[in-house]
């Protein structure tokens, strides 16, 4: 099955810092790969999505590209906000479900 | 309703008592899914429908856990003789379809074992 693997949390920045969160996965085949965010109490929401490689997945200021040779899909983010503080997943996904990893939660301060 | 409906949002239970959790999927979504998430963890996988069909039931952990979508809609998590260990939020989520469509997740059902 597949496996996806984040950088530990929390990573914690300054308003309009840069943002990369680390993510590399292990799977069959060549699946779609997401970002989903879930803010506090709430379910996730997908960020943004790929479904093949070299595909440059975007939305709200967010960026991933899916990178076949090293098996990865880091996110980035030029200016984050205090609005963007929340837990973010990385998954892989391969037929009828989604794999997540531990998440990595960010804290934006002001 | 234009997302994906889950109830109800709290369920406190005593151990061994039995629970149903609900899922309303989006309109016309064919695959349904639920997952398990304890705390401070990432989602893990419990079962997926397709229309009513139950076609993978491989992360449901134990006998006690029991999912249905009698007419391919509204679908139920039914956990009996809760312990402590189901404790944890459960959430559901819809796709259009199974090939790599996103899935939209409801906001969860936190159940609580006492």
């Known amino acids: 099955g597949n496996s996806v693997t984040q950088m530990e949390g929390p990573v914690t920045l300054s308003e309009e810092a840069f943002l990369t969160i680390n993510c590399t996965y292990t799977?069959?085949?060549?699946?779609?790969l997401f970002w989903y965010v879930q803010y506090p109490g709430e379910g996730l929401q997908l960020l943004l999505k790929?479904?093949?490689?070299?595909d440059k997945g975007s939305n709200k200021g967010f960026e991933a590209t899916y990178r076949k040779e090293t098996t990865s899909f880091h996110l980035e983010k030029g200016s984050v906000q205090v609005s963007d503080s929340a837990v973010y997943f990385c998954?892989?996904?391969?037929?009828?479900?989604?794999?997540f990893g531990t998440g990595t939660q960010l804290k934006v301060e002001l | 309703g234009a997302g994906v409906s889950q109830s109800p949002r709290y369920k406190v239970a005593k151990r061994g008592q039995d629970v149903a959790l609900r899922c309303d999927p989006i309109?016309?979504?064919?695959?349904l899914f639920w997952y398990q998430q304890a705390l401070g963890q990432g989602p893990e996988f419990l079962t997926y429908?397709?229309?009513?069909?139950?076609?993978?039931k491989s992360g449901l952990p134990s006998d006690r856990f029991f999912a249905e979508r009698p007419e391919g809609s509204v679908s139920t998590l039914k956990i009996q003789r809760t312990q402590q260990e189901d404790s944890a939020v459960y959430l559901c989520?819809?796709?259009?379809?199974?090939?790599?469509?996103?899935?939209?997740f409801g906001d969860g059902t936190r159940l609580s074992i006492l």
């Open positions: 429908f397709q229309n009513e069909a139950q076609l993978d």
């Open positions: 998954a892989p996904g391969g037929g009828n479900k989604l794999t």
């Open positions: 799977a069959t085949g060549y699946p779609s």
């Open positions: 309109s016309g979504h064919v695959s």
């Open positions: 989520a819809s796709s259009l379809s199974v090939d790599n469509q996103p899935q939209h």
């Open positions: 790929a479904t093949k490689a070299d």
